[in-house]
Every structure is written in C-alpha cells, then in structure tokens.
C-alpha cells in the first residue's frame, strides 16, 4: 500500500470545515486567513475542493465530484488533494471533522 492509499484511507471519511475569514472567488483565487491575515492564493483544482467544501461532504464524496471535473486517474487527484489539504491545514484554512 502506497503512502498516499493510507493516508487517503485515513481521511476519505472527514468532512473539510472552511476557517478562512475571507476568499475571494473572481479572475484569482485567494484566501485570507483568520488569525494572522495572511493572502494564500490557490490554483484552480485548489478553488474547485474548496467551493465543495460545505460542512457536509466528506473527502472521498469531494474527489467523486473532483473526477467528474477532470479527467485524470483518482490515485492523481488523491495525491494533489492529499498535499492540498496539508496545506490548508497548516495555513489554518480547513479543519478536519469526524
């Protein structure tokens, strides 16, 4: 089992909780984080997981629609989205529940 399989396994069934103060969604993508102000600014794919982002849906409903999106193998979006939500954690954008 790769290291992404087992962290994906970990995680498929957490449901993202956005903690941004602020995103703003036009031309560019960014984000303003709420404890230090701080700008992050995100690709597309990076927009895309987190507009599905809706207190609801877990991370493995989120790559079901993320492969409807874009054709590529679901081992790919695993690994960028596994990064993606390393990222935005350590930036205190998302949370992880359940």
Known sequence: MST???IYDLLKDKTP???SLKERNDG???I???NDLKIHYFNET???FYNMID???NIDSII???LILYD???NIIIKDLISLIREMQWNELIALKG
Do not use: M, P
């Open 4 to 6: 992404e399989t087992y």
């Open 46 to 48: 990076a927009k895309d």
């Open 72 to 74: 590529v193998k679901k």
């Open 17 to 19: 909780i956005k903690l």
């Open 64 to 66: 079901s629609k993320l």
């Open 28 to 30: 560019d993508f960014l």
């Open 32 to 34: 303003v984080s709420s």
């Open 55 to 57: 207190g609801n849906s």
